[in-house]
């Protein structure tokens, strides 16, 4: 295996919490959440940003990295079933519980009696795909002040949401998370090679490159690493195969990176 | 893992990059495209414009060499054929006398009347211009027509007559043509022309006001 195909696993789009990135929009976003979350007074909290800025790369990281906070739960997709939710929150109480062994208004009371104060936090991810029920239950829940919830959404749809009779009369707060600027994808990538002693690949890496790139991502985090990680497939096949001419980045390849993403339409 | 194959990549790849070709040739020689094609209708607008009687006289004369071919219905033009030569004659032109300039100008005391005349004159124009301009256009026998009585009303009877020929073969079972040509022959001292144009006329077709033109010559 060349280097190539052992650089591109660093592109690949996870949580791997390793490749966390200081940008300027997420590192306020993230103070903007920590502080929210330790002052205890905000019972909705929203986080808009458009597909693939690092919303659910946030949450996990506070989730994961953040200690002086107290997150209950984090739901990486919104739940279906209410009763499930509530037996999910209440057996973090430490009671186990079988599912349908109490009433929906049952289980709520348990939950006061056991969390209050909005001193957990409960963060639920791709929360516009939340139903009018569900939306109704995070409410009632915020409402009586049992948990405080972090809810990560895409911010047309989230614009959409907050314009809602649930949440528009409601004490909440709005973070929005912006995408990386060209500096920022370019840095991106350099320091992503850099950290995992792909250095050779790095300087292979013109200010042109760079720019290519940030012009296609258009500052998502995503498509960025999407094209990274395809650009080192390319040179990993033609260094492999013997294709001189696709062996280094440049114009052809990182072209032919963004025609297999689908950023350029050739057909 | 790529989406697509190698191969196949490297083949869209080429597509892409004579697509990308094809835009930057088209991006450089559109715009001189355009230009050359503003240019040349220009140049064709220039050469059109000037002077619309020679075209008329021009198209005149195909009509009289392809008359053979024409229906035997009888327009003002066989009327024209038929028509003595010109005599030329001569006429002495007087040379204007030469005025002594005043001796003094009297200062805001404007002419007025050259001014109007001036001003007449160009309306005239304008409209002799829309007039032929709407016979380019159009090739009707209205406005032809509209050109005939222009000239008549103007009293320039020979192109008068050149406009009313042109009329009746647009049409000639249209009474006006043929008046307007008989009564330009007989401004130009010609009533035994404008009565036998006026008398053809009335074999074939009726009009009430050619009839009384004819009876007034």
């Known amino acids: 295996m060349n280097q190539f195909a052992e650089a591109k696993e660093l592109f690949s789009d996870d949580f791997d919490l390793s490749g966390y990135f200081d940008s300027l929009s997420f590192e306020y976003a993230k103070k903007q959440l920590i502080d929210a979350m330790q002052a205890h007074d905000v019972p909705l909290i929203f986080v808009l940003g458009n597909p693939g800025t690092g919303k659910s790369f946030l949450l996990n990281y506070i989730h994961k990295k953040v200690t002086n906070v107290k997150v209950a739960k984090y739901f990486t997709h919104p739940y279906f079933d209410e009763k499930e939710f509530l037996e999910t929150l209440l057996s973090l109480a430490g009671r186990n519980i079988e599912h349908n062994e109490y009433s929906t208004e049952t289980l709520i009371s348990n939950l006061k009696k056991n969390f209050n104060n909005l001193e957990y936090t409960v963060f639920i991810d791709e929360a516009q795909l939340l139903t009018e029920d569900q939306v109704e239950l995070i409410r009632i829940l915020s409402d009586q002040k049992i948990f405080q919830f972090v809810l990560a959404m895409h911010k047309k749809e989230g614009n959409y949401i907050l314009q809602k009779d649930h949440f528009k009369s409601r004490t909440n707060k709005r973070i929005e998370l912006d995408g990386l600027t060209d500096k920022e994808i370019g840095r991106y990538i350099e320091s992503r090679l850099l950290a995992n002693n792909f250095s050779t690949i790095a300087a292979m890496f013109r200010k042109s490159h760079l720019k290519f790139i940030a012009k296609y991502a258009n500052g998502n985090f995503r498509t960025t690493k999407k094209i990274v990680k395809t650009l080192l497939e390319i040179l990993n096949i033609a260094n492999r195969e013997g294709y001189k001419k696709y062996s280094k980045i440049n114009d052809a390849t990182l072209t032919m990176a963004a025609i297999d993403t689908g950023l350029i339409d050739v057909k | ?217």
Do not use: C
Not at chain 2, 49 to 54: A, G, I, L, S
Not at chain 2, 111 to 129: D, H, M, N, V, W
């Open chain 2, 1 to 217: 893992m790529l989406n697509n194959n190698f191969s196949k990549l490297v083949k869209l790849y080429g597509k892409y990059k004579a697509r990308e070709r094809n835009k930057r040739i088209l991006k450089i020689f559109l715009p001189l495209f355009i230009v050359g094609a503003i240019a040349l209708t220009i140049l064709q607008n220039r050469n059109n414009t000037p002077v619309e009687d020679n075209r008329t006289n021009l198209k005149e004369n195909k009509t009289q060499t392809e008359k053979k071919e024409e229906p035997k219905e009888k327009t003002l033009s066989h009327v024209e054929k038929e028509k003595p030569q010109k005599q030329i004659q001569k006429t002495e032109v007087k040379t204007p006398e030469v005025q002594q300039m005043p001796k003094h100008i009297i200062k805001n005391s404007k002419p007025a009347a050259p001014q109007e005349s001036f001003k007449l004159k160009i309306t005239q124009r304008e409209s002799l211009y829309n007039l032929l301009l709407n016979h380019k256009n159009q090739k009707s026998y209205s406005t032809a027509i509209k050109i005939a009585q222009f000239y008549l009303n103007e009293k320039d009877y020979e192109k008068a007559v050149k406009w009313a020929v042109e009329a009746s073969k647009k049409d000639p079972s249209q009474a006006q043509s043929w008046i307007i040509y008989a009564q330009a022959k007989k401004a130009m001292g010609k009533p035994d022309v404008a009565k036998k144009a006026l008398s053809i006329f009335l074999k074939h077709n009726y009009s009430q006001q050619a009839q009384n033109l004819l009876d007034s010559l």
